[in-house]
């Protein structure tokens, strides 16, 4: 069974930085692939970022591109979500998500994860 577990989340203002972490037990973490989401208040489940942890390969949605980094230390079987330049849009509560499944996906399909962590609240004030 997987376990996800996030924290790192914060109140800081808008330009700061913040680092999520998302700690996986279980499974065989070079073969996940773990994606980051966030839920603003009163609004749907959006895609961040997502990293395939056996190449490190990233790919972000476009609100966050330049801005975010997604990382993955595999001893620590950790994936690292790297927030710089923060604005208020991104206040919400972040969540880490881990496909064990093989077989083509969307990355950025909410739909596509298997395990959920209950996530982490990251408040961006001006």
């Known amino acids: 069974q997987v376990h996800v577990e996030e924290s790192g989340g914060g109140l800081v203002q808008a330009g700061a930085a913040l680092r999520l972490s998302c700690t996986v037990s279980?499974?065989?973490?070079?073969?996940?692939?773990i994606g980051w989401f966030r839920q603003a208040p009163e609004k749907e489940r959006e895609f961040v970022a997502h990293?395939?942890?056996?190449?490190?390969?990233?790919y972000y949605a476009d609100s966050v591109k330049g801005r975010f980094t997604i990382s993955r230390n595999n001893t620590k079987r950790t994936v690292y979500l790297q927030m710089d330049n923060l604005e208020i849009e991104d206040t919400a509560l972040y969540y880490c998500?881990?496909?064990?499944?093989?077989?083509?996906?969307?990355?950025?399909?909410?739909?596509?994860?298997?395990?959920w962590g209950q996530g982490t609240q990251v408040t961006v004030s001006s």
């Open positions: 279980g499974g065989l973490f070079g073969n996940l692939r």
């Open positions: 990293i395939l942890v056996s190449s490190g390969y990233a």
């Open positions: 998500a881990v496909r064990a499944r093989t077989g083509t996906y969307t990355m950025s399909n909410q739909q596509a994860f298997d395990y």
